[in-house]
């Protein structure tokens, strides 16, 4: 698992959008932000966790499963701190493939 915890995210869509933008972080469409598990597939992908008041990127990792791992990383929020996620569907994609991938959107982002 990959971990940044001092990058804003300054373009992130509207939290209170009743629907989901797709929105661009480096070179990769994201859908989100989401609040529950539920509202995404049981795919594999990449999913990035954010502070929900600060849209600060907690985390971005590949998973088998963004549901499961949406399910994991709400669960482990602290109980002071709510989070969101975003998810990039990569079902064609091994999983080495989207670690790579991961590293990369995290190196086109840092600051």
């Keep these: 698992m990959l971990t ?3 990058t804003p995210f300054k373009s992130f869509p509207d939290l209170d959008d009743v629907a989901s933008q ?9 859908l989100g932000p ?7 597939d049981d ?10 008041d600060s849209l600060q990127l907690l985390n971005l990792y590949q998973t088998v499963s963004v549901r499961a791992s949406a399910m994991l990383e709400i ?5 002071n ?5 975003a998810v990039h569907y990569t079902e064609s994609m091994a999983a080495h493939s989207r ?3 991961a590293t990369t959107i995290l190196a086109e982002i840092s600051i």
């Excluded at 701190?81 to 996620?85: E, Q």
């Design 75 to 79: 669960g482990a929020a602290p109980a």
């Design 22 to 30: 797709p929105f661009t972080m480096g070179s990769e469409a994201f």
């Design 99 to 101: 670690s790579r991938l």
């Design 4 to 6: 940044i915890a001092k």
């Design 34 to 40: 989401f609040k529950s598990s539920l509202e995404v």
């Design 81 to 85: 701190t709510t989070v969101v996620f």
């Design 43 to 52: 795919a594999p992908g990449l999913i990035a966790i954010f502070k929900a």
